[in-house]
């Protein structure tokens, strides 16, 4: 990537891009594992939390961006809550979303990217996650009707933890704001 300053276009190496879209400072990670012991969900991911840090450092853009760790993070903040440097993962991870999407770089696991994009839609519409909507526009865009989402999902919606009708949020206009300074790339 480039960009133009005082002193003409300069060559932005990944880790600055990166720390500028997710306004973490990479920089003071030592490797301590603190973030990746605590996530749930670094077991089912190819490159470990600490490891993705590493990689950005390395330069190494295509694997990082081309990972099903940056899509398998939940954003639970455990690993920020965790971090002695307050670095948190889960805010990066968002950021690095954003660039694979801008790049047109495919998403490892099938269909993860439309997952995530029924989750900012729902997000987009009422100011919070509505489970029963957001898997209903997963499972038509997808396909995936029988396989994985339908059968957990019916089940929790059984049990009565999915409610039917979504709540929408007061401030909504605030919410299309935020979406609109983003700029997101998400496509209605
Ligand atoms: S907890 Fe923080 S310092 Fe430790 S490896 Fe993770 S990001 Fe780096
Ligand atoms: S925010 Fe993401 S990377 Fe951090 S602990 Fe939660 S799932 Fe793991």
Redesign the pocket.
Known sequence: METVTGKGKVSVSFLEEVMRKSGENLN?????????VGCPTAPYMDIR??NI?RMIQMGMKKEVLGSSAIWFCVYCQT?GT????E?H?GVLMDALREMAIEEGVPAKEKNIHLFHEAFIQSVRRGGRAHEVTMLMEYMLRSKDMMKGSLIPGMKLFLKGKFPLLPSFIKERGEIKRIFEKCQTKIKE
Not at 28 to 35: H, P, S, V
Not at 82 to 85: D, F, G, S
């Open positions: 003071l990670c030592y490797q301590c594992l603190k973030c990746t939390p600490n840090i690993c965790r971090c002695p440097n670095i993962i």
